[in-house]
């Protein structure tokens, strides 16, 4: 097959600039949370602060998820993307006012367009891409959230760990939580101004079959579009009767209720539940906490952190390089067994206080597993397999956990031991696995 692969390569990129922006919001206040608390006058309520603003960004999220569904199928990927980038750029401006309501508004408002971009980057991705490249752009997408990771560790490495105050090198992290509003607005300048096609799927269910074929044109040569049309083409008499019964019959009611959507509803719930209960995102936003607590000064938690996260990101081509060749079921089992015992380890070399640089390993190790299982694998198999809106209510329950996993973590922390969390994440995955095989 002929594809244009430079050219959606391209566009693939600037989709996961939404990835990008999700995980950079997520992960942003891991490193600089003393720098902000200190600019905010936070003083001794700085832990219920951290957890709170933490948790702003994945309630924030929850709404996002949940609307994804409404706004794509009215306004299309590209028009509600460009939507979101509004809505990011406006709540990156609100987040860096110097006020602590405005600090939490801002937080609410860019985790609801973290939530959207989340969502909507798997269908988009899926949508343009020929079946024969989605292992390979697929993981693009987990890639992306570990780069936004690691780019928000890294512009923390730089400030102040001590005399806040008087080091004006101290308010930097202002620029790093604009960077979502500069990134959000150079998105929609492209879609804008550059890349004006819509999904083809989108445009042929709303009878624009003009504009579909010159959106396909992006990626295929001229010799195979008619491959890209009959991965998707609604025009036949039958299919167009197809198209609008899904599009009467496919509410929010009907999927709740259906028969027909239960295994697929399922899946999206069961994915969007495993993924959280594995103890990433408690990593993600709470690492320089996690080594603080092990031992660790806040200069090498942050150096810990950061290197965790280019982990993660390198971790992720592992993924390309695997999806290439065996079952998405089989890389999630697979990896998931593997999580749970990483976890386990985890929960023992910290309860008997080992040196920290064990657990740095099996953090370390955790996101590689976790990076082509439940990271690149999840997001691929979702965009293949779920219907839009089954992906909206699966990302909003994966949303609600996080919510779940970001507040609960650092109190169950401080009541029981860091450990006691490792060993409950660990049980978490030794249940998804006994089940998965019945």
Same mark, same amino acid.
């Given at each position: 097959m002929?594809y244009?692969?430079k050219s959606l390569?391209v566009? @693939?990129?600037h989709?996961?600039?939404?990835?990008?922006?999700?995980?950079y919001?997520?992960?942003?206040l891991n490193?600089?949370?003393d720098?902000?608390?200190?600019s905010l006058?936070?003083?001794s309520?700085?832990?219920?602060?951290?957890?709170?603003f933490?948790?702003?960004v994945?309630i924030?999220?929850?709404f996002?998820?949940?609307v994804?569904?409404?706004?794509?199928?009215?306004y299309?990927?590209?028009?509600?993307?460009?939507?979101?980038?509004?809505?990011?750029?406006i709540?990156?401006c609100?987040?860096?006012?110097p006020? %602590?309501w405005l600090?939490g508004?801002?937080r609410f408002?860019?985790?609801?367009?973290?939530g959207?971009?989340?969502?909507i980057?798997p269908?988009?991705? %899926?949508e343009?891409t020929p079946?024969e490249?989605?292992?390979?752009?697929g993981?693009?997408?987990q890639?992306?959230?570990d780069?936004g990771?690691?780019?928000a560790?890294c512009?923390?490495?730089p400030l102040?760990?001590?005399n806040?105050i008087?080091?004006?090198?101290?308010n930097?992290?202002?620029?790093?939580?604009?960077?979502?509003?500069?990134?959000?607005l150079?998105?929609?300048?492209?879609f804008l101004?550059?890349?004006?096609?819509?999904?083809p799927?989108w445009?042929?269910?709303?009878?624009?079959?003009?504009?579909?074929?010159?959106?396909?044109?992006?990626?295929y040569?001229d010799?195979?579009?008619e491959?890209?049309?009959?991965?998707f083409?609604?025009?036949?008499e039958e299919d167009?009767?197809?198209?609008?019964?899904?599009?009467k019959e496919?509410?929010?009611?009907?999927?709740?209720?259906?028969?027909?959507?239960?295994?697929?509803?399922? @899946?999206?719930?069961?994915?969007?539940?495993?993924?959280?209960?594995?103890?990433?995102n408690?990593?993600?936003?709470y690492?320089?906490?996690?080594?603080?607590?092990?031992?660790?000064s806040t200069?090498?938690a942050?150096?810990?952190?950061?290197?965790?996260?280019i982990?993660?990101l390198?971790a992720?081509f592992?993924?390309i390089f695997?999806?290439n060749r065996?079952?998405?079921?089989s890389?999630?089992?697979?990896?998931t067994?593997?999580l749970?015992?990483?976890?386990?380890?985890?929960?023992?070399?910290t309860?008997?206080d080992?040196h920290?640089i064990?657990?740095?390993?099996?953090i370390?190790?955790?996101y590689?597993f976790?990076?082509f299982?439940l990271?690149?694998?999840?997001w691929?198999?979702v965009?293949e397999v779920?219907i839009e809106?089954?992906v909206?209510?699966?990302?909003t329950?994966?949303?609600?956990m996080?919510?779940? @996993?970001?507040?609960m973590?650092?109190?169950f922390s401080?009541i029981?031991g860091?450990?006691y969390?490792?060993?409950?994440?660990a049980?978490?995955?030794g249940?998804w696995?006994v089940?998965?095989?019945?």
């Amino acid at each position: 097959m002929g594809y244009k692969e430079k050219s959606l390569l391209v566009i @693939v990129l600037h989709i996961v600039i939404c990835g990008f922006l999700f995980a950079y919001t997520l992960a942003v206040l891991n490193t600089c949370s003393d720098n902000v608390g200190a600019s905010l006058d936070w003083g001794s309520n700085q832990e219920y602060y951290i957890t709170i603003f933490s948790t702003l960004v994945p309630i924030g999220a929850i709404f996002g998820g949940m609307v994804t569904g409404i706004l794509s199928n009215k306004y299309g990927r590209r028009g509600s993307i460009m939507i979101m980038d509004f809505v990011m750029f406006i709540g990156s401006c609100i987040v860096i006012l110097p006020s %602590n309501w405005l600090f939490g508004i801002g937080r609410f408002i860019t985790g609801v367009a973290s939530g959207f971009f989340l969502t909507i980057g798997p269908i988009f991705i %899926n949508e343009i891409t020929p079946d024969e490249l989605i292992p390979t752009y697929g993981p693009i997408v987990q890639a992306s959230t570990d780069a936004g990771i690691v780019f928000a560790y890294c512009l923390g490495l730089p400030l102040p760990t001590n005399n806040y105050i008087n080091d004006d090198f101290n308010n930097w992290w202002i620029f790093m939580f604009f960077i979502p509003g500069i990134l959000s607005l150079y998105q929609f300048c492209y879609f804008l101004l550059w890349n004006k096609h819509e999904s083809p799927l989108w445009l042929l269910r709303h009878k624009r079959h003009d504009e579909a074929i010159h959106a396909l044109k992006q990626v295929y040569n001229d010799e195979d579009l008619e491959n890209g049309l009959n991965r998707f083409d609604r025009n036949s008499e039958e299919d167009t009767k197809t198209v609008s019964k899904i599009k009467k019959e496919n509410t929010y009611y009907k999927i709740f209720t259906s028969k027909k959507f239960r295994k697929m509803l399922r @899946v999206g719930i069961m994915l969007g539940i495993i993924q959280q209960f594995s103890g990433v995102n408690a990593a993600v936003i709470y690492s320089t906490y996690i080594f603080e607590e092990l031992g660790g000064s806040t200069i090498m938690a942050r150096i810990y952190t950061t290197i965790t996260g280019i982990v993660f990101l390198l971790a992720c081509f592992l993924g390309i390089f695997l999806l290439n060749r065996f079952g998405r079921k089989s890389l999630l089992i697979f990896g998931t067994l593997s999580l749970g015992g990483i976890m386990f380890l985890l929960g023992f070399v910290t309860f008997l206080d080992f040196h920290i640089i064990y657990a740095f390993i099996l953090i370390n190790a955790f996101y590689v597993f976790f990076a082509f299982s439940l990271g690149a694998t999840l997001w691929t198999y979702v965009g293949e397999v779920l219907i839009e809106k089954i992906v909206s209510i699966s990302s909003t329950v994966n949303f609600i956990m996080v919510c779940v @996993v970001s507040g609960m973590f650092p109190v169950f922390s401080k009541i029981f031991g860091i450990y006691y969390c490792f060993f409950f994440f660990a049980l978490c995955r030794g249940f998804w696995d006994v089940s998965s095989f019945f």
